[in-house]
């Protein structure tokens, strides 16, 4: 059974940077499709970043250039750099992976992590 646990997410002041980690088990890591997304309270679920089995990404508009997603295919990790965040960069934070299909469509991906919440204060 696929199993996705993130971590590193917290409270930091605009401008700052954190680190989400996703730790991956129960599957053929390395050839899935990951992701990252992200749902602030009363909103959609948007993808945040995406890489696909040969490591291209692809990036929501609101993150190019501050956010970078890699991932680890030895350690089994997913990661998601964070920097100059902002207010609305607040949210519920969540990896996903599929087999079959990537991208930064929810409806892409089967299994999905609980979440980690990133609060960015002004």
């Known amino acids: 059974q696929v199993q996705l646990v993130e971590s590193g997410g917290g409270s930091v002041q605009a401008g700052g940077s954190l680190r989400l980690s996703c730790a991956a088990s129960?599957?053929?890591?390395?050839?899935?499709?990951l992701a990252w997304f992200r749902q602030a309270p009363g909103k959609e679920r948007e993808g945040v970043a995406s890489i696909d089995t040969a490591g291209n990404t692809r990036y929501a508009d609101s993150v190019k250039g501050r956010f970078t997603i890699s991932r680890d295919n030895a350690k089994t990790t997913l990661a998601l750099q964070m920097n100059s965040l902002k207010p609305e960069d607040t949210a519920m934070y969540f990896c996903?992976?599929?087999?079959?299909?990537?991208?930064?469509?929810?409806?892409?991906?089967?299994?999905w992590g609980q979440g980690t919440q990133v609060t960015v204060s002004s």
């Open positions: 129960g599957y053929s890591y390395s050839g899935y499709f």
């Open positions: 996903a992976a599929d087999y079959y299909i990537g991208g930064l469509s929810s409806r892409a991906y089967k299994y």
